[in-house]
């Protein structure tokens, strides 16, 4: 396990009003504590926040901040957490982690924060992924997946069926050691039912895996068909913007446009495409292939007009 302390901004990058930077570690509060000025930290009960300044070692203060105390188990890692909240200046935030740094933590790599809450169980492999899938989401129904995955929807159901078998297995075992007896523990229909209940959840995992990821990737939404079919008339309606050029001559669309579409909180790709006929010119060839590289690669749908 993780024996040294972390720290890392949390707050998205940029000038904003507040500033969020996280200490992980054993010595969390006591870096902190060794600069802030306020109420010892080290003193304090979980799951509360304190006012105060930070100084740096010539006693100059640096801000005025809130420092938010979890305490280990209870936290998101499982290790002690500090949490300053401190104003957006990108002046002041480096100069905290650098003061940090010096009294003894080291800058967070990327996902480490997640890593470590992992390795301290407080969430498995499939939730820590959810976390990342959470952040990036960019739709309600990707949310809705994410926040699902993250409070161990798949994971619960995998550890009821999992301890289900270690005890049938068991079961079994004991009419091993009590063979000669002929005596039986474990019913034979019942372990037949759970064993294609088990697969019957595999399937519907893997059969679930395209679908999930169109809702966290979006749904790339192919528009083909012959010239001067509408095409791109469709795209600038679902758009309601002048977005694709317009007009009476065949050919006009010779790449794709591709632009992105939120509907009823599922992302869609929507990509405009040359009209399929015989191609003129070798440009327009290559314009004319690409609808159907498009429709061959999933998760794609496709809308074809004539």
Known sequence: MPTDTIVAL???????AI??????????????????????????ASHTIHFGTIRDEQDHILDEVL????????SYTGENVVEISCHGSNYIIQELIRL?????????????FTLRAFLNGQMDLSQAEAVADLIASSSEAAQQVAIKQ???GISSEIKKLRQELIDFASLIELELDFGEEDVEFANRDQLRNLVEKLIR??????????LGNAIKEGVNTVIAGRPNAGKS??????????????SEIAGTTRDTIEESLNIQGIQFRIIDTAGIREAS????????????????NPPYSSIFLT
């Open 10 to 16: 949390a707050t998205p990058p940029g000038i904003g």
């Open 19 to 44: 500033g969020v930077i996280r200490l992980s570690g054993p010595q969390a509060i006591q870096i902190v504590d060794a600069v802030f000025y306020g109420k010892k930290l080290d003193k304090q």
């Open 67 to 74: 420092a938010s105390l979890f305490v280990e188990p209870r």
């Open 100 to 112: 940090f740094i010096r009294k003894g933590a080291r800058l967070a790599q990327p996902g480490e």
């Open 150 to 152: 993250l409070r161990g």
């Open 201 to 210: 959840l595999m399937h519907k995992l893997l059969d679930s895996f395209q």
């Open 233 to 246: 008339t469709l795209l600038n309606a679902l758009l309601n913007e002048e977005r694709a050029i317009v």
């Open 281 to 296: 010119d070798t440009i327009e060839a290559i314009g004319i292939k690409k609808p159907w590289k498009k429709c061959g």
